[in-house]
């Protein structure tokens, strides 16, 4: 049974930082790519950012590039997403969320959820 807890959520104003941790538990972490997705009311979820086991490779969405960094410590089995210069739209619930095998940005590749951190960003 794998488990995944996100935690790092909040309340914060527009140009503020945010750092996500997911922690999971269960089946071998250091084999998964690992993503973290995002949901808005009303809206598809989002892929946001993500990362290959081997943690050197990453991929973002178009709308978070250059200031969210996505990071894994598989000793640990947490992921980070350090969000800075966060903007009104970024606010969402964020979701962690562990890859069927390798990188994708398609939820539907993704088999294992957290149950989300809030984050809102006011103008």
């Known amino acids: 049974q794998v488990q995944l807890v996100e935690s790092g959520g909040g309340l914060v104003q527009a140009g503020d930082s945010l750092r996500l941790s997911c922690a999971v538990s269960g089946r071998a972490f250091t084999l998964y790519a690992m993503g973290w997705f995002r949901q808005a009311p009303g809206k598809e979820r989002e892929f946001v950012a993500g990362?290959?086991?081997?943690?050197?490779?990453?991929l973002y969405g178009d709308s978070v590039k250059d200031r969210f960094t996505i990071s894994r410590d598989n000793a640990k089995r947490m992921v980070y997403l350090q969000m800075d210069n966060l903007k009104p739209e970024d606010t969402a619930l964020y979701y962690c969320?562990?890859?069927?095998?390798?990188?994708?940005?398609?939820?539907?590749?993704?088999?294992?959820w957290g149950q989300g951190t809030q984050v809102t960003v006011s103008s």
């Open positions: 969320a562990e890859a069927k095998w390798d990188l994708k940005t398609d939820p539907d590749e993704y088999d294992n």
């Open positions: 990362i290959r086991w081997t943690g050197t490779t990453t």
